[in-house]
Structure formats: structure tokens, C-alpha cells
């Protein structure tokens, strides 16, 4: 069973490469948006520093300056596997132990998180690929929670913590597993973060991580919140990437 993969005893197939030759920077921020990704090219001064290949195309990895310290900022993929995948490869290609992950999720209790920053505090870890690199368990703690909301609060940015449910498979989020996980405390739902913490605490790196609410399960009927071609309020808003940018320099900075 997928439950038991989990496997210590013995070497990996195929490892990242570490190379000692590589730009170090304090911290390196992810993206899922293709949108976020041109404002940033577009109103900061970004230099490529890096590149790694998947068999879709390249990724190229930039680097910004800000108030005095060094970030990594790229473009990754959305699911667990390609977006666990991409921080691994980043790993021969820059240093450092800090990544901050930021992105849309949806949102299972409008209640508690309407205008509002979702802070995970621990993820149920319904995909795959978490198994690989933690023993099994229904949740993984996001360990570094409290210092997100730390930061949250000391910049006057409303937030909410609670669970998250990561899945592989959005459109099988059913009405049963829903309610189940909203009455075990899910807040939201989104697609990599078990697998983030799972993978940075097998190699050793801090994972800071929060969402923003791209459309709203709890309803009636699916709401993706947002008229079309709206960004304010999406994971495609830029106002997001400040956030992250002003947490990664929090968190060298602390």
C-alpha cells in the first residue's frame, strides 16, 4: 500500500545533485502563477541565475534584491509530485534552507476565512507523494506556522490558521470527504503543501507557507469567487507576492 513507502533503510535510485558552486541567497520564494511570474519580471530588477529542465520545458530561477538580502524567486508547478519535484532541482542549482510557497487554495468555511490569509497549520496528507519521504500518518505539522502568523500579525495582515486538506485529485473532492475534513478542522484545500513539509523535513529545510482563497467550496454550488478575467483577490494577485516577499525577508531577518 501506498502507506508503506516510506523507506529509510535503503538508497534512492536517483538523488539530487548538491553542488557547492552555486549562488547562495537567503531564501527563495515559489509561485504557481504564470501572472505573478511576469509582474515580477516586469517591476523588479530580476537577474536569471539558474535553470533546470523538466521534460515540459525549462525553469528558470531568478534572483532579486531586497532591503539589503539575496531572494531565489521561480515559477513551479501545480500537484505535489512536479512541485516537490522542482525544489529538489533547485537544490544543484542555488542554496540556501528557506522556502516560502504561496498560492491559491479553496476555501472549506467561509465563516472563518472571508478577507482573510489562510495560515496551515497542519495538512492531511490525501496525495502520494509525502508517503515517500515521511512515515505514514493522516496529518504532517506545518512547523512553522506560528512564525507566518507571527509575521501576519505584526504587519496588520488578517489571517486565519487551521488545517488543510492536500489532495492529488480535485475533481473527485467530494461532497462525503468534504464534510468529513471541514468537521475535522479543514479550512482549506489545496494540492501540495503535505507533500512541501514532508519533503523539507526529510532535507532539512524550513517551509513557510500561506494561501489565499481562489474560490469557495463552501456553498451551495462551486463559487470561484472572482469574475472573468478579475485578479484582485486570486492566486493571481501581485498584492500576494509583496506579502511573500516581505515574509521571506521576516523570516532571515528574525
Known sequence: ????????????????????????????????????????????????????WFASGSTPIYRIEYKGKVFAFYKTYVGAPACVGTVEDTLAEIKTDKYIVFGGAGCLDR???????????????????????????????????????????ENGIPFVKGKTWTTDSFYRETINNFNKHKADGCISVEMECAALQAMCDFRGLNFYSFFTSGDLLDAPEWDSRRKEGEQKGTQ???????????????????
Not at 523507506?7 to 520564494?29: G, H, L, M
Not at 492531511?124 to 512564525?147: F, L, Q, V
Open 111 to 153: 465563516e472563518i476565512t472571508h478577507g482573510k490569509v489562510m495560515i496551515p497549520t497542519e495538512a492531511y496528507r490525501d496525495e502520494g507523494t509525502s508517503y515517500h519521504y515521511a512515515p505514514a500518518a493522516d496529518y504532517i505539522t506545518i512547523k512553522n506556522a506560528d512564525i507566518v502568523a507571527a509575521f501576519m500579525k
Open 1 to 52: 500500500m501506498i502507506t508503506d513507502s516510506f523507506d529509510n533503510q535503503s538508497e534512492a535510485i536517483i538523488n539530487p545533485c548538491f553542488k557547492e558552486d552555486v549562488p547562495r541567497v537567503d531564501a527563495c520564494i515559489l509561485t504557481f502563477s504564470h501572472v505573478i511570474e511576469e509582474f515580477v519580471l516586469n517591476n523588479y530588477d530580476c537577474k536569471q541565475i539558474a535553470v533546470f
Open 236 to 254: 493571481h494577485d501581485s498584492g500576494h507576492f509583496d506579502i511573500a516577499l516581505e515574509l521571506a525577508h521576516y523570516v532571515v531577518s528574525v
